[in-house]
T-cell receptor, first 111, second 115 residues
Framework: GESVGLHLPTLSVQEGDNSIINCAYSNSASDYFIWYKQESGKGPQFIIDIRSNMDKRQGQRVTVLLNKTVKHLSLQIAATQPGDSAVYFCAENQAGTALIFGKGTTLSVSS | KAGVTQTPRYLIKTRGQQVTLSCSPISGHRSVSWYQQTPGQGLQFLFEYFSETQRNKGNFPGRFSGRQFSNSRSEMNVSTLELGDSALYLC??????????????FGQGTRLTVV
């Protein structure tokens, strides 16, 4: 079936490093992608989004890259901090349907 | 501006019972969507309501239903509860329908335990 998935279930980095979290999607008709962060005991929190007519979008310390050729999405976090430790989900918005989430990547940041 | 409010936060029910969960969206938001989150299946879309109409529905049995009121508040109902329904139920609100590419803001969820 068509779904959004993540390459790695866990990622461990040192404070100050840059983190890259990857996501693969299979539906070329998807035209809107979102990254969410979920901390323990909380609901998902919007980080950044990107539309399919773009290949890069930057926010505060975060950058999302979209490669439609290989159906790949990535989230880059610059100067990762302990407060960035959380589960990160990518989601795609398929036309005519609603959000479909990947399984999530747990980011652990050590000091 | 108040965020998305879900009540109750925690709930314990017995198999066979039914349950109703409530979601109050951010003021002015007309789209409310519901999700089930479990360790095994992750986040799964249940349904979306916009202006009191169900727009989309995920792949869940008919025991799962919902509705939206004129003030955009939404309720989700699960009948004949099964042990496998134990999960965190999240709702999200957005100003536009989800397929319009609108950012969804999530509540903290209702933790349902079925025993």
């Amino acid at each position: 079936g068509e779904s959004v998935g993540l390459h790695l279930p866990t990622l461990s980095v040192q404070e100050g490093d840059n983190s890259i979290i990857n996501c693969a999607y299979s539906n070329s008709a998807s035209d809107y992608f979102i990254w969410y962060k979920q901390e323990s005991g909380k609901g998902p929190q919007f980080i950044i989004d990107i539309r399919s007519n773009m290949d890069k979008r930057q926010g505060q310390r975060v950058t999302v890259l979209l490669n439609k050729t290989v159906k790949h999405l990535s989230l880059q976090i610059a100067a990762t901090q302990p407060g960035d430790s959380a589960v990160y989900f990518c989601a795609e918005n398929q036309a005519g349907t609603a959000l479909i989430f990947g399984k999530g990547t747990t980011l652990s940041v050590s000091s | 501006k108040a965020g998305v409010t879900q009540t109750p936060r925690y709930l314990i029910k017995t198999r066979g019972q039914q349950v109703t969960l409530s979601c109050s969206p951010i003021s002015g938001h007309r789209s409310v969507s519901w999700y089930q989150q479990t360790p095994g299946q992750g986040l799964q879309f249940l349904f979306e309501y916009f202006s009191e109409t169900q727009r989309n529905k995920g792949n869940f049995p008919g025991r799962f239903s919902g509705r939206q009121f004129s003030n955009s508040r939404s309720e989700m109902n699960v009948s004949t509860l099964e042990l496998g329904d134990s999960a965190l139920y999240l709702c999200a609100s957005s100003p536009r329908p989800l397929n319009a590419g609108a950012e969804a803001f999530f509540g903290q969820g209702t933790r349902l335990t079925v025993v």
